[in-house]
Nanobody, 115 residues
Framework: QVQLVESGGGLVQAGGSLRLSCAAS????????MSWYRQAPGKQRERVAT???????NVADSVKGRFTISRDTAKNTMYLQMNSLKPEDTAVYYC?????????WGQGTQVTVSS
């Protein structure tokens, strides 16, 4: 059973930075796609950024230029570097991975940006 564990969330002032990590229980080479999602209170979960197995990256317009997705295959970990944070970035952030057998979610990590 694949397990994903997020970390790195917290409270930060507007304009600050955080780096989220998503550690996988196994090799991330098996994943076709890994993504970061977020869900703010009362809102639908939205995709923030995606990195495919071949390295192709997609980033939501709302965070483009501020957030960077990356991965370290040696550490089986995906990252989300978040800079110039805004109060509207406040949400629970989740990582998701997809392989040939299904898709997997982490438990989420809270990010709160104060104004």
């Amino acid at each position: 059973q694949v397990q994903l564990v997020e970390s790195g969330g917290g409270l930060v002032q507007a304009g600050g930075s955080l780096r989220l990590s998503c550690a996988a229980s196994g090799s991330i080479f098996s994943f076709n796609v890994m993504s970061w999602y977020r869900q703010a209170p009362g809102k639908q979960r939205e995709r923030v950024a995606t990195i495919a197995a071949g390295g192709r990256i997609n980033v939501a317009d709302s965070v483009k230029g501020r957030f960077t997705i990356s991965r370290d295959t040696a550490k089986n970990t995906m990252y989300l570097q978040m800079n110039s944070l805004k109060p509207e970035d406040t949400a629970v952030y989740y990582c998701r991975a997809v392989d040939g057998l299904g898709n997997y979610w982490g438990q989420g990590t809270q990010v709160t940006v104060s104004s």
